[in-house]
């Protein structure tokens, strides 16, 4: 029996790839353009990190992180998101030292044992920013305003819900306004909860049951309990939303699913990929890095997912296509083999995308290969041909043929065809 990818471990196949290809670039393109330089950390981290950071009680920690003893016996966990290890290495790497504000971006899989369904995997990825070192308001909008462009470059449109979770001056009068509130209802609710309620009640708004979710639809909301700095802070946020003509609505509800933050959170949500409907999420962590034992400094982030912003191209037919062959070479014959061979060569150094079908089968064979692979021109060469030092160079669009001269040396008629081509 063949061996099979595990479950909710996806291959990314040609056909699809390109899609891929093209939400990369337009990301780092975008993060290029916003000041940001790319990062690249270890898939393999110690646990403790994200205990530490995600949080012990979040489903994160407790349910989905591959975590396993290495041959030394050390707990290892394969990283479930990106911002923990880009923090470690920003405190390991003294990087504030070098620059008071750090932009950085990182691209890569991140590992969560959900159970899998549409858009929803156990290797995915990430597309991340974390900016370090400044918590001005402007630039929880700065970032919002970054994300939003990378869906409108990639022709997306999402809704981009924005929350404060406040801090830990204000976090602990509301806290105690949802235990008040969840008192009442403690019987009434999941296991989960009923354990979350006393160790980090604020978690128990980010459970995915239905019955638990009716029973909070009452529930205090953060923003009326909002210390005044946080509320300057959140207000401040809101204009400069407005400020850059993003549009957004408020949740109060919306509470994510790590720890770490404070503040600014925000999520960019699609109706149009079932039950797994953000595409994208974030927020300010101003406590995160000190809690790592680097220095006080603030930061915020977000992630989007590249298998839903994928799903979501494709939906739309925005998918992209493989890339197409410049000039296929079809030879007959044992001579005009040999000379594709070299000129196949030719017109690679030259920059174009050439092929060639070594095993020189019939010439409907050859010409069914180049349709295959989308060709745009096929070069023709059959012994006749060679004999006059000629080819016959077909557009395969629109079937027009014209015949090339192939004397020469391999500069000459590989310059001439690319001029042709281009
Ligand atoms: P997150 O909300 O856990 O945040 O994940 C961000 C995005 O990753 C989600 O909105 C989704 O698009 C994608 N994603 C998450 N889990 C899966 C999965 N199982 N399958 C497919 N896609 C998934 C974070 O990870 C934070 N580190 C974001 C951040 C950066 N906050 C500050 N800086």
Known sequence: MSVKALKGFKDILPGTVETWQRIEQTGRDIFHRFGFFEIKV??????????????????????????????????????PEGTAPVLRAYVEH????????????????????????????????????????????????????????????????????????????????FNQALL???????????????RRRLTNPLRVLDCKSQHCREQYENAPSILDHLCPDC?????????????????YSVNSFMVR??????????????????????VGAGGRYDGLVKQLGGPDVPGIGFALGVERLALLLEHE???????????????????????????????????????MDHQGRSLKNQ???????????????????????????RNMENREQQNVELGGDSSAWSTMIKKILV
């Not at 489903?59 to 396993?68: A, C, L, N």
């Not at 070098?98 to 549409?118: A, D, N, S």
């Not at 300057?232 to 400020?243: A, G, M, P, R, T």
């Open 180 to 194: 008040d509130f969840l008192e009442k209802r403690a019987d009434k609710l999941c296991l989960d909860c009923q």
């Open 317 to 355: 037919g925005l998918s992209s296509e493989e890339p197409q062959v410049d000039c296929f070479i079809a030879a007959l014959g044992d001579e005009a083999l040999a000379r594709a061979f070299v000129m196949v060569n030719a017109l690679r150094m030259r920059g174009l995308r050439a092929a």
């Open 231 to 247: 509320a300057e802070h959140f207000s401040s946020v809101k204009k400069n939303l407005d400020l850059l003509n993003v549009p």
């Open 257 to 278: 699913g790590l720890d770490y933050y404070t503040r600014t959170t925000f999520e960019l949500l699609t109706d149009n990929l079932g039950a797994q409907s953000a």
């Open 367 to 393: 010409m069914k290969q180049a349709g295959r692979m989308k060709a745009r021109y096929a070069l023709i060469m059959g012994e006749d041909e060679l004999e006059k030092g000629e080819g016959i160079l």
């Open 42 to 79: 270890p898939i393999l981290e110690k646990t403790k990190l994200f205990q530490r950071s995600i949080g012990e009680t979040t489903d994160i920690v407790e349910k989905e992180m591959y975590t396993f003893a290495d041959r030394n016996g050390s707990s290892l966990t394969m990283r």
């Open 94 to 173: 003294a990087l504030h030292v070098k620059k008071p504000i750090q932009r950085l971006f990182t691209i890569g899989p991140m590992f969560r044992h959900e159970r899998p369904q549409k858009g929803r995997l156990r290797q995915f990825h990430q597309m991340s920013v974390e900016v370090l070192g400044t918590n001005h308001p402007m630039v929880d909008a700065e970032v919002m305003g970054m994300a939003w462009l990378i869906l409108k470059e990639l022709g997306l449109s999402v809704s981009l819900e924005i929350n404060s979770l406040g801090c830990p001056k204000c976090r602990p009068e």
